[in-house]
């Protein structure tokens, strides 16, 4: 029963899937192209019901990673897929429209890691003020923390 | 169409004492719509967490919050301890529940207060909180600490409950029991409390699905989620308990779902604590070193699932950290839970997902050239200033 989702999961997105990691049998990482997020988060969400945690990102060397934490909390299985935009085209689909929850972190995650949301319904800043400069973007690595 | 008005709360909450700025739009008595404006108090904890060596992460994390300060550092251990694949010994897994679930106690009762406080009612506020008094008299007696207890390490804990000192504790546990069953019975009984939380700011199952919803919040509304039943970590799995829900989803729903937790804590807790007479040894794995990878870590805290994000390079610090406290997702939920409300029931609504800001928010601006605070008294004062116009401007514009 608890696997018949993660086999069902894996099964509808097989052809996508650039990186599959089962790191425990509690905790999955998938790395998808960042065209089918959309597609993927639908059928995660929507069909399967799996609970949203949360949405978050990484700088990486390579790119920015953004992560999408999803459980399947009776099942005791979480879901983490993982998207990587580059710096130069950082701009990735919103997922809030299906996802209302969603719209608090990605509205974080645009200035503090500098993403762009494409048609998220309300792109104002979260946390930072107004008079923050536009491209500074605090959680990147090359910000060094003051001490 | 009638006018629109617009009745600011904040920036400085005047009942919560926190920062953070709602704008109700009203239309006469009833509001309409309602935003959220966070971020008075962002402290880039995930930030400098970056620049934390694992075990001393676990005392940052402790500083997001002083009301749930032993949440954040239970899920970030999970989340270590899910990356190197730590077994923490027995003993230590009692001990993490015992601290867990006695903040989940004085955190519900502060909350009773709170609400009591809010809709004018001071004495169910003066109870519940010299109930709550015991509650941090027995942490002091375990942790040494009323707050900020510092028990959590990766690997296990800290301190270690003395045999003699168990009689001690069940004897405060029972009186404690004792005194909330009374509170308990008063509130629900209470026709003053019926009038006031019943059927006001209610949120619906799928709502809370589609915002994401946690802990008492999601438990009122039918949802029946709990990280210490569904992913079992610590003594959960061990122990005898129950989750509690309702179905109505409003703010008394959420009263009741707070009240009854506490005796489902008090229960496991009992059993942790007999559970140490006979489970002895080491309190504390060795952790060596984090190999490369990522991990997650939650609890349930007092307002739900504590979430903890580590990614590790091998390095004895971590490359990220990402911080989700129960607040982020539960406070959005007022965008369907206020409009269609009185004013008068707007902040009692605000308040019953028992927000926690200084866990949502975690940045303070630095000026990169002094080194210093940007923000001083008048620098606060100007703003202050600026936000009062602009918000006259808006005023204006939608009377206008």
């Not at chain 1, 019901?49 to 953004?66: L, M, N, Q, V, Y």
């Not at chain 2, 719509?33 to 904890?45: A, K």
């Not at chain 2, 009762?109 to 003066?126: K, R």
């Not at chain 2, 510092?150 to 069940?170: C, H, Q, W």
Request: charged share 30%; with cysteine.
């Amino acid at each position: 029963m608890a696997n018949d989702v993660i086999k069902k999961l894996k099964g509808k997105i097989e052809k996508k899937i650039l990186h599959w990691e089962e790191k425990s049998p509690k905790r999955y990482y998938i790395t998808i192209p960042k065209e089918d997020l959309l597609e993927v988060v639908e059928f995660i969400f929507v069909q399967q019901k799996a609970r949203f945690i949360i949405e978050s990102g990484i700088d990486t060397p390579r790119g920015i990673e953004i992560l999408y934490h999803f459980s399947f909390d009776r099942l005791n299985k979480m879901v983490t897929l993982k998207v990587l935009v580059s710096k130069e085209k950082c701009e990735i689909e919103s997922i809030s429209k299906l996802i209302p929850g969603a719209n608090w972190i990605e509205r974080e995650i645009a200035e503090l890691l500098g993403v762009t949301f494409l048609n998220h319904p309300d792109p104002r800043r979260l946390l930072l003020s107004e008079d923050w400069p536009r491209k500074e973007y605090p959680l990147r690595q090359k910000v060094k923390e003051n001490k | 169409m009638r006018d629109k008005t617009v009745i600011p709360i904040g920036p400085f909450h005047p009942l919560q004492e926190e920062p953070e700025f709602f704008e109700l739009i009203v239309e006469g008595e009833k509001v309409v719509d309602v935003d959220v404006h966070i971020g008075y108090n962002h402290r880039g904890i995930e930030k400098i967490a970056e620049s934390k060596t694992f075990d001393q992460m676990v005392f940052l994390v402790e500083r997001i919050c002083g009301i749930c300060s032993t949440s954040h550092p239970i899920a970030n251990c999970n989340a270590v301890e899910d990356i190197a694949g730590i077994e923490i010994p027995e003993r230590a897994k009692y001990i993490r529940s015992i601290v867990g679930e006695l903040e989940r106690l004085h955190s519900h009762l502060l909350w009773l207060g709170l609400a009591g406080h809010f809709i004018g009612y001071n004495t169910l506020w003066m109870w519940a909180w010299k109930y709550r008094e015991p509650i941090l008299d027995l942490f002091e007696a375990i942790t040494g600490n009323r707050n900020h207890y510092a028990m959590m390490k990766p690997g296990g804990v800290r301190r270690d409950i003395k045999e003699e000192d168990i009689a001690s504790l069940l004897k405060g546990l029972n009186e404690a029991e004792k005194k909330i069953g009374m509170l308990t019975r008063a509130a629900l009984d209470d026709p003053v409390l019926a009038a006031r939380l019943k059927g006001i700011g209610i949120l619906s199952k799928e709502d809370a699905i589609a915002y994401g919803a946690v802990g008492p919040t999601a438990r009122a509304s039918g949802v029946s989620i709990d990280v210490r039943r569904d992913d079992p970590y610590a003594a959960y799995g061990l122990v005898e308990w129950q989750v509690i829900t309702q179905e109505t989803g409003d703010v008394l729903a959420k009263t009741v779902v707070r009240l009854l937790e506490c005796f489902e804590s008090i229960k496991i807790i009992r059993q942790c604590l007999k559970k140490l007479h006979a489970v002895k040894g080491e309190i504390a794995t060795k952790v060596r070193e984090i190999p490369p990878g990522e991990g997650i870590g939650h609890h349930e805290a007092p307002r739900g699932e504590t979430f903890h994000y580590v990614r590790s390079d091998g390095s004895n610090t971590p490359v990220r950290l990402k911080v989700r406290a129960p607040t982020y997702v539960n406070l959005p939920t007022c965008k369907v839970t206020v409009p269609g409300e009185n004013v008068a029931d707007a902040t009692l609504i605000l308040a019953s997902i028992d927000p926690c800001y200084c866990c949502t928010e975690r940045v303070t601006t630095i000026n990169k050239k002094t080194g210093r605070r940007e923000l001083r008294g008048e620098d606060l004062l100007r703003l202050c200033r600026k936000k009062t116009e602009k918000i006259k401007k808006k005023l204006g514009k939608l009377n206008g």
